[in-house]
Every structure is written in C-alpha cells, then in structure tokens.
C-alpha cells in the first residue's frame, strides 16, 4: 500500500519539522558539552544555561513530538488503506500549524536569553509568558494531531463493523490517549500558574504543586516518546526481518497497561521533594515497577519475533537464528542498536525507581546518563531506522544502498558517542557530579579536578553525536530531495497466528475510565494537600 499524496504530505511536513529541530539540537548539545567539559567557554550573550535549554527543549520536546506525530499518521493512514479522511488531515494541518508557531515563540525566547530555564522549566525560575504560551501552543497543536489520528481510525472502525483496530492505527490511538492524559498536568500548571505568574498578574506561585502537576506529565511523557519506538519494533521491524508479529494481543496488551499505569508514578521523580508524606512515594514506587512489565513483556515478544524469523531463514541450534537476522539493512541495525541500549537503559530507569537507591543518584550526571540510553539511544535509534524508509516512501524515493551504508555508519559513530558519554555520565554520577552545570571545578578542589577526566570523555562522546547528527541530517536531505525514484515498502508485519482481540480493548471510555481512577487515587490527595498547606506568603510559594 502507497500513502496517498496528501496523506504523505502531512506525515512529512512533521518528519522534516522534526529532523530540522533535530539538527539545530545537535549544536545546542555539542556546545553545551564542550562548554562544561572545559573545552571552549562560550560567551555571557549565549551562555551554557541558555544553550542548554535550547538543547533540550529542541531535543526532548520538539523533534520527538514532531516526529512521532508524523509517524503515527502514516501509520494510521497505511494500515487504514493508504489515506486519510479530509477532516482528520485538517485536523492534523491544524495542530501542525499550532506547533510551528509555538515553537517560534519559544525559540525566540530563549535565544533572546528570556527563557533560561531548562526543559523541564521548574518554578521559581521564571521564563517570559510568551515561552510558555509557546510550550502551550506546542502541547494544544499537539493535541489536534491526537484528534486526527482518533477521527480517521472512528470513521475506518464505522465502515469496517466489528474488526479491530489494525494493530498500528491502535497503537497510535493509544499513544495520544496516553498524551492526553499526560498533558492535562502540564496544561494546568502553565495556564493557571506559570502564565498568570510570568504576566506578574499573580504574585507567587505554589512551586510544589507545580512540580506535582509537571511530573504529572513528565513521566508519561517518556511513555509518549517510547510507544511509537515500541510500535516500531512490534509492527515494522518484523517484516524487515522476513518474520511475523509474535501476538498481536500481547502488543496490545503492553500498550493498554502503559496507558493505566504511566500516569500514577509521578513522585519516583520527587523522591527527594519536600511536602509529599513518603508513604505516597512509596505508593509511586510501587506502581513504577508494575509499568516495567510491559516493557518486560515488549522485550520477551522480540526475543521470540527475533528467533521465530531466525529459525524460519535456516537458523539452527541454540543461537543459530541470531546469524540469520539481516544485520546488513540499516532499517532494522540501527533499531536494533537502541534496543541494545534499552537493556542497561531500563536497568537505570529500576534504579532510580527504587526509593532508597536514587537518594545516591538523584540530581546527579547519573539521571542525565539515563535519560541518553533511553529517549537518545533507544527512542532516536529507532526514529532514525524509522527515517530510513519512512521518508522515501512518503517522497517516492528509494533508500540507495549508499544511504542504507551511511545509516550504518551513523549508528556507529551515534553509538560510539553515547557509550562514551553516557558510560561516563553514569560513572560520574555514582561518584556524586552534579547534573546542570556549566564548567566549575569548585574553587581547584581536588575531588572535584579527579572527575576532569571523564568530563572531558564526556565532551569526546558529545562531538561524536554531533558527527552522527550531521550524517543522519544529511542522510534525510538526501532521501527527501536527491534520492533517486522508486517505490520504498512501508513495512507491515502479519500476525504469527489469528488470535482474537478481547472486546474490552477498544472500549476506550472503559479503560480512559480505569487510567483516571488510579490516577485520583494517587494524586488526590496529595494535591488537595499540597494546594491546601502551602506556606502562604513564604517567598515565591502560595497557592495560585
Ligand atoms: Fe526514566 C528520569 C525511572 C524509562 C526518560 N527518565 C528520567 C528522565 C528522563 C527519563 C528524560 O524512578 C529525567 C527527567 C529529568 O530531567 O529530571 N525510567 C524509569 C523507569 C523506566 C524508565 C523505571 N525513562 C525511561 C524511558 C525514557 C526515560 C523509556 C525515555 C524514553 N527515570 C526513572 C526515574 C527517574 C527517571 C525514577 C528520576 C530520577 C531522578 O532522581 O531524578 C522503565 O520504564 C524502564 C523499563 C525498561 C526495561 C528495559 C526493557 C528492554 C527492552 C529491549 C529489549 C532488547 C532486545 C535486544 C530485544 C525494563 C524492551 C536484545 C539483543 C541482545 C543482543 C541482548
């Protein structure tokens, strides 16, 4: 199935969005990396703080919310007949227009050095209104993307009575319902609180219910950028390897228990946070290891996938199967890659979960390390092996085996980076560096000159992601405008067998039901007793 040109044209339009965000990251990243390893110093106009959220906000929010948006999209419109309804592609223009524009306004913020913030733009650091009215039109826009992809799989559902979902078109579905959810903290916190606070029409601001509402979102957040990374891997990547989809209940069930349990884990993020009694924590934590499951269960199918392919291609023995997968296709190498890193990725992410063990990496280079295996190694390895074909099918191209070799050799020079920068970002935090910080070396203390060394690995790690960054920029100029004409296979795997789809899992109204339960039960109260028993007058912190 060829997408139709208009449903190709709105998929791209954010594919190209992302990668020009993902580009301009890239030299925000690198700068910061060589400023706090010591390398270069940059100047007060543009100084590492500024850099710094330019670097996250362009990575973490704008290329992973652009590219999956564009992604999902197609992959409703490929699993649904090729198009899209009118009304869910002006829908989606919409959203895409929203986005732009609040992007622009963020960008000129904080490049302006009005919006120093970082990513998770924590209160009381106070950024200019218009960056937050940014962010806002960047989650609303993103919300309109949402609604086309609901739109176009209801009117498929309506002439298609009594067949689920095809597996991709509800995996897109329930990674917008799971943002939905998510963004309603975020949306609260910037409307009623930052917004008012940054115009100066209210005073103060409670900063511990704005973190409560922020972690709200932040959690799921990750969520939001690793389901299309897992829809990748359940749905594409088994028919690149010349394999089936290992069960096609399983996929839906992982996805189903992401959207109920991703949202009450909010204070493994606020472990260390005052004004929340440890026994909600605890709760927290506990909930956290149950949303490890169906990351458990995702890793368990592509073992099987991996295997049932290996052994239908000849492969025998124990590990026979392995040698037969196609190591030499960058379209599944380069998501392999990612996964690989997930491993130690989510071993991390247990870690910090666990209560007692992130009070010795909290707030250290340890987290940043996390986060650079699992949304920068395993999310945008994906995203990139995504690219490899993506992109040609929607422009009618055809990924050449040149391009296919530059994708190789990205990865390995992406890898090579993170392992460098990461591996030591890790190291470093057990030994207690500080994350978000410019240069220092703390007055030629000599704990602090010891971590010299593998800061500056760090910074070797950084311009090596900088390198793969540029090969996979290029890469995705060459595949949209130059690359030669052809038919490039959006691929689809088939179930290994027909299994059938409980009817319970596209009641939506029951299981948004069931996520917003569990979601009163760990929030409620501890939100009416933060709003409740804020200090009032204590500077910077009173109710809104
Ligand atoms: Fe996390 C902090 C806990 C997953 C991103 N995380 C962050 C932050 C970010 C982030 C951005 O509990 C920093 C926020 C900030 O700025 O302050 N995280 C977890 C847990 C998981 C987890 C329990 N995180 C992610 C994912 C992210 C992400 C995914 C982005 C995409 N994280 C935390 C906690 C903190 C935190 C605390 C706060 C720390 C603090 O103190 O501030 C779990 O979801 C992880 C489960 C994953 C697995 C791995 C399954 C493996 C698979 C691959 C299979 C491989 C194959 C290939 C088949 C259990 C599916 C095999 C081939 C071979 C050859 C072997």
């Given amino acids: 199935v060829q997408l139709d040109r208009p449903a190709a044209r709105l998929s791209l339009a954010h594919v190209l969005v992302a990668f020009l965000a993902f580009g301009i990251a890239a030299i925000f990243g690198m700068l910061q990396g060589l400023d706090r390893g010591g390398v270069i110093t940059l100047p007060k106009w543009l100084n590492y703080y500024q850099v710094l959220t330019a670097h996250g906000v362009y990575m973490a929010l704008l290329f992973t919310t652009f590219f999956i948006i564009g992604f999902l999209f197609s992959g409703v419109a490929r699993t649904t007949g090729g198009s899209l309804p009118a009304p869910a592609r002006r829908l989606g223009w919409i959203g895409w227009w929203l986005m732009v524009i609040g992007t622009l306004m963020a960008t000129v913020e904080v490049l302006a050095g009005n919006a120093s913030v970082l990513y998770t733009f924590y209160a009381p650091m106070k950024a200019s209104p218009y960056f937050y009215i940014g962010a806002a039109l960047l989650v609303v826009g993103s919300w309109f993307g949402g609604y086309g992809m609901f739109v ?20 897109a579905v329930a990674t917008m319902a799971l943002w939905q959810i998510a963004t309603i903290g975020v949306a609260l916190e910037v409307l009623l609180q930052l917004i008012p606070w940054s115009f100066g029409w209210v005073p103060t601001i409670n900063v511990l219910l704005s973190r409560m509402l922020l972690w709200f979102f932040g959690h799921p957040l990750v969520y939001f950028w690793l389901l299309p990374a897992y829809a990748m891997w359940y749905v594409n990547i088994p028919r ?33 946070d005052p004004g929340i009694p440890p026994q909600w924590k605890f709760f927290h934590v506990v909930l956290t290891l149950m949303v490890v499951v169906p990351s458990l269960m995702t890793a368990f199918s592509l073992f099987a996938t991996f295997e049932m392919a290996g052994r239908a291609k000849g492969g025998t023995g124990l590990f026979g199967w392995f040698k037969k997968l ?40 340890w987290v940043t390390g996390h986060f650079h295996l699992t949304v920068g190694t395993a999310v945008a390895m994906t995203f990139f092996g995504i690219a490899y074909w993506l992109i040609p099918h929607l ?66 790690g950084g311009v090596l992601l900088f390198i793969g960054a540029m090969i996979m920029v290029g890469n995705v100029i060459y595949l949209t405008w130059f690359a030669p004409k052809g038919f490039e296979e959006y691929p689809v795997g088939e179930p290994a067998q027909q299994e059938e789809v409980p009817r319970l899992y596209e009641r939506w109204p029951v299981i948004i039901s069931l996520a917003a339960v569990l979601i009163l039960v760990a929030y409620a109260y501890p939100l009416i007793d933060v709003i409740q028993n804020a200090p009032p007058g204590a500077p910077g912190i009173r109710t809104w």
């Fill in 395 to 460: 422009t009618g191209r055809k990924l050449t085996p040149a391009a296919n070799r530059a994708g190789l050799i990205q990865a390995v020079v992406w890898g090579t980076g993170m392992l460098l920068m990461s591996g030591s970002m890790h190291y470093l935090g057990l030994l207690g560096v500080p994350r978000r910080t410019a240069y220092t070396t703390y007055m030629n203390d000599p704990t602090a000159l010891s971590w010299m060394p593998l800061q500056g690995v760090m910074a070797v």
């Fill in 152 to 171: 176009a799989t209801h009117i498929w559902k309506k002439k298609n009575r009594g067949k689920p979902t095809p597996l991709l078109a509800f995996m």
């Fill in 240 to 272: 690149i390897i010349g394999g089936k989809v290992f069960s096609d209940t399983l996929a839906r069930t992982s996805f189903l228990l992401f959207i109920l349990l991703s949202t009450p884990v909010g204070f493994h993020h606020q472990l260390l």
């Fill in 326 to 365: 196609p190591w030499g296709d960058a379209r599944f190498m380069v998501p392999f890659m990612g996964m690989v890193a997930f491993i130690p990725g989510g071993a991390g992410g247990i870690v910090n979960a666990s209560y007692q063990l992130d009070e010795v990496v909290h707030n250290t280079i």
